[in-house]
């Protein structure tokens, strides 16, 4: 069984031999209610990743990304992520990923397999910024938003206004589909950034 978003249910479910349970949107619920062998997630935090797996009792985790960047690709293995493709990834290619993770194998994009050994090892290039999506200012926002600090402290420390500040997070959270600080904050964390406070 596999439980996926809405917008692969319909060409999931003409597949033979996989069984389409449930539309992802309420992942953890889904999750918990259905037990499916495989989810796939399309819009996930490091967060949502690893409460799927409690949830669905370990089930295997296939996570999609408009980007392959290395601090991206790592939050969700230590997340518990076994599996990990581009958005863009084709139906066959995501119907070998299902089966792969069914069978207890895990499953990446080429161009990521082609990088893991390094990441792995550490000695892989540092990569460019996390979150590509964010602007300059937003970014230096979530770097703060990240070592813990309050709105007030971040618009002292960045000589802004405190409704900007208000405004720029807001935008960082739509940007990265997080629902509040604490998942931001997570997901910041997971990918890097904040830890030196």
């Given at each position: 069984m596999v439980l996926t978003d809405s917008a692969l249910s319909a060409r999931l479910s003409a597949v033979e031999a996989i069984t389409v349970v449930a539309d992802g949107s309420e992942a953890v619920w889904q999750a918990a209610l259905h037990r499916p062998d495989v989810v796939l997630l399309d819009v996930w935090t490091p967060a949502t990743v690893a409460e799927v797996r409690r949830a669905a009792h370990g089930a295997a985790v296939l996570v999609f990304t408009r980007s392959e960047d290395d601090h991206t690709l790592m939050a969700a293995l230590r997340a518990g992520a076994r599996g990990y493709l581009a958005k863009d990834a084709e139906l066959a290619d995501i119907v070998r990923a299902i089966h792969a993770l069914a069978g207890g194998g895990a499953i990446f994009g080429?161009?990521?397999?082609?990088?893991l050994p390094h990441l792995l090892s550490g000695t892989a290039r540092p990569s460019v910024y996390p979150f590509p999506e964010l602007a300059s200012r937003e970014r230096d926002v979530l770097e703060l938003v990240a070592a813990g600090m309050t709105n007030s402290t971040i618009a002292a420390r960045l000589n802004l206004a405190p409704?900007?500040?208000?405004?720029?997070?807001?935008s960082i959270f739509a940007k990265l589909r997080v629902a509040n600080r604490a998942e931001a904050i997570v997901l910041a964390r997971e990918s890097g950034l904040g830890r030196s406070g």
């Open positions: 080429q161009a990521i397999a082609d990088r409704k900007t500040i208000r405004n720029l997070i807001s």
